[in-house]
């Protein structure tokens, strides 16, 4: 424990932290920044004052390294140490050293903007550079003037550019904590596999008969080729012949594992074992397990895109950076020499890579985050003008802007209304903040609390819905509700509806396909909410929570129609001579409905006219997914409103009047611009492969 390189430091640390208000930290993985930082500031009388508060950009981080922590200082977890996560409070007034991710601390400064409750807030984690940790960074800038005297502000990262973060704070001091890292060989491979998954799976049964022991730890891009490897590999070692080798513990490491099973990896193998560890990239810098002397890398990584002017969003797999490439390598070496296997070319990492990630502002939906610093109402912070580490382009603000004003939520001055104050302090997407202060006025709101809370679980709750295909047959027929012709948002509230009616019965879910586990936090997740609106409601509003007996076509009707208020920017029209929508609001493009999608064709093949989605995702080809079929007469004063807009306005200019601001609607493609490909991994990389090829060729 105490060789942890961090420790040794300790001095040095708290001298810098004496005499400065903002420090950044640098050291790699593994150096105990997450763990130790906030025990060193504890031992050193800093949690006399304030609670210590340390930021993660993930969600399993906080409550992994937070018990980790309550172990090592021997109490229990929730007490003098705890964290809290969106929709999970495992704090109490005793709590000193608090784990929280950077989403529940922007929260926290919507009703107490000083954060006086905290004596030292560090932002870990900064090099992974999410969106909210970016936004932390600026308000920490004016929080630090502000506070002087009684807050320390500590930034930590493994391989951050630290000078760039020291010039954002006034050149802030930076200090390195070198690694005890070894050497660690880097062997490239000739070529691009032709399958990533297959060459990993070879490289690891390589190592596992040729090289001495130490446990192997392989990047993989998500859940399902996780899922797929860890079986194949089982397979494979257990048909390799007994005391011929060593013996072998599969795990595997991702954000959506259960607790327990994410504890496994922490825990040390029985001797003359040797672990494979399959994980995402949440092993590159978030999570280090110890005993890791071999890696493969992929060289991928899946990553969430979103088009501004599409409105689309996109699952990519792309090219890791040369940082993450660095770093995955880097786990090799912790606790002697180690290999790196890298699946590419060294021309491919030289020519091909990144040098760095792009930060999660510049390809994420600013919705949200322009709401959130409106909602601030602080004079010196304005969106427009906001001191960012890494400005989002105008586009994107515009694209958020434009959002927030159809949903109400800023006026046509671009200057934030009543209702967008109270959306603000709702701990879900604006359009769902939106949906449910509808519902309210139209007596819905105990049926879109309950949608509210389905939507925000963060696991997929239906079967069918995981691209595993035997799983979605093995449940098609199961009988659940339809959603009476009306989409996905009523199927869900059907669900739970059903499932209140057998008094929250476990097996109700297991027989039909429902995640229990899933389904007991949104149990939880609409209490949660129900107690929020009431706490917003006092005075304001007058919240109609309590559930009635059956639902009837009203509130169906009514749950629609708040639906269509909340997601005004996101509605699509059906096309007349077409089998498929296009959107309206974006640039225009022609969409399908998912195939997942309760929302089917009519006895004459047709969909509803109009419906609202939650979300515009690029597979093999856009889709809308999770739908509601509205009325005509909803989305005629939506339109309207669309054509009016004003972009110019909106920021703050003073600009002319645009006729249509995002371009005439009914000026279509022609043709499905779209081609169809396979939907699965390896094609995507393939394809990611092509495009890269193409765009090289073209040089
Ligand atoms: O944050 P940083 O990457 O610098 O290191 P850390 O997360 O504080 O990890 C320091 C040590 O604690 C490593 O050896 C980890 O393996 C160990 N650790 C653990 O055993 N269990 C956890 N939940 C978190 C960290
Ligand atoms: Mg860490």
Redesign the pocket.
């Known amino acids: 424990m105490a060789e942890?390189p961090?420790l040794q430091f300790e001095e040095k640390i708290i001298e810098t932290v004496e005499r400065n208000s903002v420090v950044v930290i640098i050291?790699?993985?593994?150096?105990?920044?997450?763990?130790?930082l906030s025990q060193i500031l504890h031992r050193r009388g800093y949690t006399n004052s304030g609670v210590v508060g340390v930021t993660q950009p993930r969600r399993v981080a906080a409550v992994?390294?937070a018990?980790?922590v309550s172990q090592e200082l021997n109490v229990r977890l929730g007490e003098e140490v705890g964290y809290a996560i969106r929709f999970e409070d495992r704090t109490s007034e005793r709590t000193r050293i608090k784990y929280l991710t950077d989403g529940v601390l922007l929260r926290e400064s919507l009703s107490n903007p000083e954060l006086d409750q905290y004596s030292v807030i560090i932002l870990?984690?900064a090099h992974e550079r999410s969106l909210n940790t970016d936004i932390l960074l600026g308000l920490m800038k004016r929080l630090v003037k502000r506070r002087a005297s009684n807050l320390k502000v500590l930034i930590?990262s493994?391989t951050l550019d630290g000078d760039k973060v020291s010039q954002f704070f006034s050149n802030c001091p930076v200090l390195n904590v070198p690694g005890k890292l070894y050497p660690v060989e880097i062997l490239y491979s000739n070529e691009r596999p032709k399958s990533y998954l297959e060459s990993s799976l070879k490289t690891a049964l390589d190592i596992h008969i040729k090289e001495p022991k130490g446990d192997v730890l392989i990047f993989m891009t998500g859940q399902d080729d996780i899922e797929k490897l860890v079986s194949k590999l089982e397979d494979r070692v257990r048909s390799l012949e007994e005391g011929s080798v060593l013996d072998a513990i599969i795990l595997p490491l991702h954000g959506s594992l259960q607790p327990e099973m994410q504890?496994r990896v922490?825990s040390p193998p029985p001797p003359n074992c040797r672990r494979f560890i399959v994980a995402t990239n949440i092993a590159e810098?978030?999570?280090?397990?110890?005993g890791v002397v071999y890696v493969i890398d992929s060289g991928y990584v899946k990553q969430r895109q979103y088009n501004p002017s599409t409105g689309m969003y996109s699952l990519e797999v792309v090219q890791i950076s040369k940082v993450q490439a660095n770093q995955r390598a880097g786990r090799a070496g912790?606790t002697r020499p180690g290999k790196c296997y890298r699946l590419y070319p060294s021309v491919a990492y030289h020519e091909e890579l990144l040098d760095a990630t792009i930060p999660e502002i510049q390809r994420s939906s600013l919705a949200g985050s322009v709401l959130y610093l409106k909602s601030l109402d602080l004079p010196d912070i304005d969106i427009l003008t906001f001191d960012f580490l890494d400005s989002p382009s105008s586009e994107s603000l515009q694209d958020a802007l434009k959002q927030l004003y159809l949903i109400d939520a800023i006026d046509e001055n671009g200057l934030i209304t009543r209702v967008g104050k109270t959306m603000a302090e709702l701990p879900l997407e604006p359009s769902l903040s939106r949906t449910l202060m509808e519902a309210n006025e139209c007596g819905c709101l105990s049926q879109a609390l309950t949608v509210a809370a389905m939507l925000s679980a963060e696991t997929t709750l239906l079967p069918g819905r995981s691209k595993s295909t035997e799983k979605k047959r093995k449940h098609d027929h199961l009988d659940l509700p339809d959603g009476s012709g009306w989409g996905d948002h009523i199927q869900l509230l059907q669900i739970y509806e059903c499932w209140h009616q057998t008094h929250y019965d476990i097996d109700w879910c297991k027989d039909r396909g429902l995640q229990v586990r899933g389904m007991t936090f949104v149990k939880d997740v609409r209490k949660q909410l129900c107690q929020i609106m009431q706490k917003i409601a006092k005075g304001s509003l007058d919240v109609q929570t309590s559930r009635r007996g059956k639902q009837t076509q009203q509130d169906y009707n009514n749950l629609r129609k708040a639906l269509c208020v909340g997601y005004a920017n996101q509605l699509a029209e059906r096309m007349v001579f077409h089998n498929g929508y296009r959107t309206l609001g974006f640039k225009p493009q022609v969409v399908q409905v998912h195939p997942s999608s309760v929302l089917k064709p009519d006895d004459e093949g047709k969909f509803p006219n109009y419906v609202v989605y939650q979300e515009l995702i690029a597979t093999s080809r856009p889709y809308l997914r999770t739908v509601c079929a509205v009325n005509v007469a909803w989305v005629t004063p939506i339109l309207n409103k669309v054509n009016k807009l004003n972009i110019n306005k909106l920021s703050g200019g003073s600009g002319h009047i645009e006729e249509h601001a995002e371009g005439n609607i009914s000026d279509l493609p022609k043709k499905d611009a779209v081609t169809a490909v396979p939907d699965d991994q390896e094609s995507k990389i393939q394809a990611a492969r092509e495009r890269f090829l193409a765009r090289k060729g073209k040089k």
């Open positions: 942890l961090i050291g790699e993985t593994g150096s105990g920044k997450s763990t130790q992994s390294v018990r980790r870990d984690e930590t493994a504890v922490f810098t978030s999570l280090t397990v110890d912790r």
